[in-house]
């Protein structure tokens, strides 16, 4: 376990190689068995991203990326975009951005703003009340983390 004397993103670096450095962007992308998250970054500020799946986690359910930006409100603090790559598995995908998101690592108190992203080539139907729309509601009283999904290379916003 490491200490909580620094930042969130300062701990992570300490401890694991980043998939994409920390460098100020405009626009980040990360891809994984064929499937790609792409965000534009406004206002353009610092970001990282870290692959959670084997390398930040190694046992249990867990996401594939995690995306960290400043939060341009306080540079003391930091945004998590977490990130899961599916072909369709979305209930799966829902849990394992849950056990992530509940993980000792992610309960720093820097990291001020979660959000789950699921991005998927196919999504069930939506009727209503799926096992997604129960997911977000639980997600923002639960965790007060934004839980959306989107199609490959649809961009998000962070």
């Known amino acids: 376990m490491v200490k909580q004397n620094n930042d969130i993103c300062t701990e992570l670096l300490a401890v694991h190689a980043p998939e994409q450095e920390l460098k100020v962007r405009k626009s980040i992308s990360t891809s994984e068995k064929g499937v ?4 534009t970054v406004n206002p353009e500020r610092e970001t ?3 692959q959670v799946d084997g390398c ?3 046992d249990g359910d867990k996401c594939d990326k995690l995306v960290l930006s400043k939060n341009p409100a306080d540079t003391k603090m ?3 975009h977490f990130v899961e790559l599916k072909h369709s598995d979305v209930e799966h995908a829902i849990d394992q951005l849950e056990a992530t998101i509940r993980h000792t690592v992610f309960k720093h108190p820097s990291l001020t703003r979660k959000y789950a992203r ?3 080539t196919r999504f069930p139907a939506n009727n209503g009340n799926t096992p ?3 997911a977000r509601e639980r997600f923002a009283d639960k965790y007060r983390c934004n839980l959306k999904r989107l199609k490959p290379n649809q961009p998000d916003s962070i």
């Open 118 to 120: 699921i991005v998927a």
């Open 132 to 134: 997604f729309e129960r």
């Open 78 to 80: 930091w945004i998590g």
């Open 36 to 39: 790609r998250y792409t965000a």
């Open 56 to 58: 930040i986690i190694c």
């Open 48 to 50: 990282v991203v870290f």
